[in-house]
């Protein structure tokens, strides 16, 4: 059975940083690629960055470009989204999601429980 | 980037009713569409992939349909646990967009 979990949400102030990791477990990590889809309050979802299995191919949302960097550890099972100059518009849950093959097919079959991350003064 | 736009946001539908949701891409997506369901508090949990192919364990009243830019989602008979906002993704590209979500209530 996959299972995700996320770590490392909080309240953090405009411009901060925070870093998030998702355990993973369940699966043969390295097989496939992993996103992270976030989620505001209230609102729908956003995929915002995601990366192969080897870790050598990453992709961004526009939103997010230049500020978050995603990454991974194959033989820790774990994902990472290293955020920096974090904006209020950033405030959401965030998933770690697992996608269906090793690169390039964002079809997420399993997910975490989220993690919140609020940025505000 | 592609755009997603589902209709209609939300519906009221009794249990035993057949309900259908229509997601529209912006541009042909071939049959690069997936559909979600997400309750309360919950993380989301895929349906239907590639328009039309079944998610193991999901019930086989859930179906998908479509090809191109126009799909729908249908639910033959509406059980109590159906209730949930579903989302359509497309995966057609990067990078992957979801639509804004309808909402399955309760009459």
């Known amino acids: 059975e996959v299972q995700l979990l996320e770590s490392g949400g909080g309240l953090v102030q405009p411009g901060g940083s925070l870093r998030l990791s998702c355990a993973a477990s369940?699966?043969?990590?390295?097989?496939?690629?992993m996103s992270w889809v976030r989620q505001a309050p209230e609102k729908g979802l956003e995929w915002v960055t995601g990366?192969?299995?080897?870790?050598?191919?990453?992709y961004y949302a526009d939103s997010v470009k230049g500020r978050f960097t995603i990454s991974r550890d194959n033989s820790k099972n774990t994902l990472y989204l290293q955020m920096n100059s974090l904006r209020a518009e950033d405030t959401a849950v965030y998933y770690c999601a697992k996608e269906t093959a090793v690169v390039g097919k964002p079809t997420f079959d399993g997910w975490g429980q989220g993690t919140l991350v609020t940025v505000s003064s | 980037d592609i755009q997603m736009t589902q209709s209609p946001s939300s519906l009221s539908a009794s249990v035993g009713d057949r309900v259908t949701l229509t997601c529209r891409a912006s541009q042909s997506i071939s049959r690069s569409l997936n559909w979600y369901q997400q309750k309360p508090g919950r993380a989301p949990k895929v349906m239907i992939y590639?328009?039309?192919s079944l998610q193991s364990g999901v019930p086989s009243r859930f179906s998908g349909s479509g090809s191109g830019t126009d799909f729908t989602l249908t639910i033959s008979s509406l059980q109590p646990e159906d209730f949930a906002t579903y989302y359509c993704?497309?995966?057609?590209?990067?990078?992957?967009?979801f639509g804004g979500g309808t909402k399955v209530e309760i009459k």
């Open positions: 993704q497309h995966t057609y590209n990067t990078p992957t967009t």
């Open positions: 369940g699966f043969t990590f390295s097989s496939y690629g």
């Open positions: 590639d328009a039309s």
């Open positions: 990366l192969s299995g080897s870790g050598d191919n990453a």
